[in-house]
């Protein structure tokens, strides 16, 4: 223990500057919540579908919930059933094991639908594309309206992509 506690007292702090943050979206918040709101007349709701990814792209979903991004106060918020969904977005490339899972919450998810692809494997079918075990991207089985590229994106680019689609089907979304 001493020898940790040495260590310790021994060690310098380290010289890195701290990163700036960018924080130009959060101008638009109050923005943002208003068009939710004007377009559905209350919260997003979002099913999140895992179609047979490696899970960096749901990472970065999660961050997106955290206090720093906060989508919840944006007004959009994540369900278990796509019974409640007005959006699905869906990561990985489709595996042959979840084909039929994807269609049956497309298929139970109330019009106007959207489906978002959520980083490249559910866009092109990523480095997966090839596999014995995938259907390939997402748009062999379903209408995508928008498609997120990056592997995985940014929980920046992941916002811009449910709002793009958002503002896509704003005439048709209404309450």
Not at 68 to 80: C, D, S, T
Not at 81 to 98: Q, V
Not at 107 to 118: G, Q, W
Request: proline share 9%; glycine share 8%.
């Amino acid at each position: 223990m001493w020898q940790l506690l040495k260590q310790i007292a021994l060690t310098d702090i380290p010289a890195e500057r701290i990163p700036v943050a960018n924080d130009a979206w959060r101008v638009e918040h109050g923005q943002i919540q208003q068009e939710i709101v004007d377009v559905l007349g209350r919260a997003l709701c979002i099913r999140q579908i895992d179609g047979g990814s490696c899970n960096g792209c749901e990472l970065e979903i999660h961050a997106l919930n955290n206090p720093y991004y906060n989508i919840e106060g944006l007004g959009i918020k994540f369900v278990a059933s796509p019974r409640h969904a007005d959006m699905l977005l869906i990561t990985g490339p489709l595996a042959l094991n979840m084909r039929e899972a994807v269609r049956r919450a497309y298929e139970a998810t109330p019009n106007p639908k959207l489906v978002v692809a959520a980083g490249d494997c559910a866009y092109t079918g990523g480095i997966f594309k090839d596999s014995y075990a995938v259907c390939g991207p997402l748009s062999n089985l379903l209408p995508v309206d928008v498609a997120i590229p990056g592997c995985p994106p940014p929980p920046i680019d992941l916002l811009r992509g449910i709002l793009t689609a958002l503002r896509a089907r704003r005439g048709t979304l209404a309450p």
